[in-house]
């Protein structure tokens, strides 16, 4: 089962780094709410099909607890965590973005310290070298912070938090329901934001189908399930570190897709990053408890 759960989260780590070029692309014509709704909306869609045909099942099998309620609270993080990270694109590449992102892995085992438990030397370790690498990579020569990569940074919190509100409830519930009751707070609370700010035309939407298709269906709907599922079965430590690859896939594909290309400062300044992010894991790498 733990391999069913590795499996499960390495291909949604993989689907959510191809989607960071969906999202660059699919924002050409498209604020980022109107992008977020239509792609929300999708993936909704998808997951109400799957449920429905698979309601019944659901809901006879022993102990079964509705993910409806946890789902919502998930959703409400998850809107915070997605909407910063669409608008920070805005500004910043794909590729900085995917490494960026996943400082929520370093910051998942320093958020414990709220939760009373100990921190130890490699966490800190790990936290240090992150955030030299995110120096490298997001502040340039001249001091200067780009939005796009401090809106980024906030973001990180809020995607650890979603992954430890998992955690907390992935066993507890059902993971199908929970991940249709949190993509659908995503799509409603889109929609709220989009009509207040943006004004999409039909043509728009029509004209970035693929991005918001990939976004939707694979990122939304099937990554996120995925990542509940994968939970249920794995340690959020051992979890973290597969969900890291997000960052090597999102630079890959930017680099294929969009053409991206890093200085030697910003490569190291990820190559810091992604360190970083496996010196806070050492223990499990390594066997330890």
């Not at 070029?21 to 977020?36: E, H, I, K, R």
């Not at 958020?111 to 992150?130: D, F, H, M, Q, S």
């Not at 990122?219 to 399930?225: E, I, L, Y």
Request: hydrophobic share 55%.
């Amino acid at each position: 089962m733990q391999l069913r759960g590795t499996l499960m989260i390495l291909l949604a780590s993989f689907f959510w780094g191809t989607t960071f070029v969906a999202q660059m692309t699919g924002m050409d014509n498209l604020g980022p709410f109107s992008y977020a709704a239509s792609r929300f909306t999708l993936g909704f869609i998808f997951l109400l099909i799957v449920w429905l045909t698979q309601r019944k099942k659901i809901q006879r099998q022993q102990g079964y607890k509705s993910g409806f309620v946890a789902g919502v609270g998930s959703g409400l993080i998850m809107f915070i965590a997605s909407s910063l990270q669409q608008v920070s694109m805005l500004y910043t590449t794909a590729g900085k973005a995917a490494f960026i992102t996943c400082l929520y892995i370093v910051l998942i085992p320093l958020g414990a310290v709220l939760l009373g438990k100990l921190i130890r030397a490699e966490n800190w370790i790990g936290a240090i070298l992150a955030l030299t690498g995110l120096y490298l990579l997001a502040i340039h020569e001249d001091f200067t912070f780009q939005i796009g990569d401090l809106i980024l940074f906030v973001s990180a919190f809020f995607w650890a938090a979603q992954i430890l509100f998992i955690d907390k409830f992935a066993s507890r519930v059902d993971a199908l329901e929970l991940s249709v009751a949190q993509i659908f707070v995503c799509m409603i609370l889109s929609f709220f934001i989009m009509l207040i700010f943006e004004t999409p035309t039909f043509e728009a939407v029509t004209d970035a189908w693929l991005p918001i298709a990939y976004g939707g269906i694979l990122s939304a709907g099937v990554a996120f399930t995925l990542q509940v599922f994968g939970q249920k079965y794995t340690e959020p430590s051992v979890a973290a570190i597969i969900m890291s690859f997000e960052s090597i896939f999102g630079a890959v594909s930017s680099w294929i897709m969009l053409g991206e290309v890093m200085s030697n400062r910003e490569i190291f300044g990820c190559f810091l990053m992604f360190i970083g992010v496996l010196v806070t894991q050492l223990r499990i790498l390594i066997g330890k408890k």
